[in-house]
Nanobody
């Protein structure tokens, strides 16, 4: 399966962006999906995840209340709505498909990765 992340860009602090992850090839409709990010010089970190049905979501403490993950199973897309963006949200954002129906926080549990999309938040 190939994942394509899009929607990144430059935004001022306090602004909003929506990232989209599209899957092609094998469907990931039965897999959990996650968004991760990696800032320069830092490790890749979990941002948000959603289970196979979309009924369960999970977020890192740093984005809880500001980001919302959702999935459209019919179109095999997963979105990440980001609001109240902060300069510390600046990173390359990656979408990923989980090994299972759930979305753990550990990136080693993900087997399919998109190429990443840059998000830059200016102060």
């Amino acid at each position: 399966v190939q994942l394509q992340a899009s929607g990144g860009g430059l935004v001022q602090a306090g602004g909003s962006l929506t990232l989209t992850c599209s899957a092609s090839g094998r469907t990931l409709s039965n897999n959990g999906m996650g968004w991760f990010r990696q800032a320069p010089g830092k490790e890749r970190e979990f941002v948000a995840g959603i289970n196979w049905s979309g009924a369960s979501t999970t977020y890192s403490d740093s984005v809880k209340g500001r980001f919302t993950i959702s999935r459209d199973r019919a179109k095999t897309t997963v979105s990440l709505q980001m609001s109240s963006l902060k300069p510390e949200d600046t990173a390359v954002y990656y979408c990923a498909g989980s090994r299972t129906a759930y979305a753990p926080h550990n990136y080693s549990q993900y087997v399919s990765w998109g190429q990443g999309t840059q998000v830059t938040v200016s102060s």
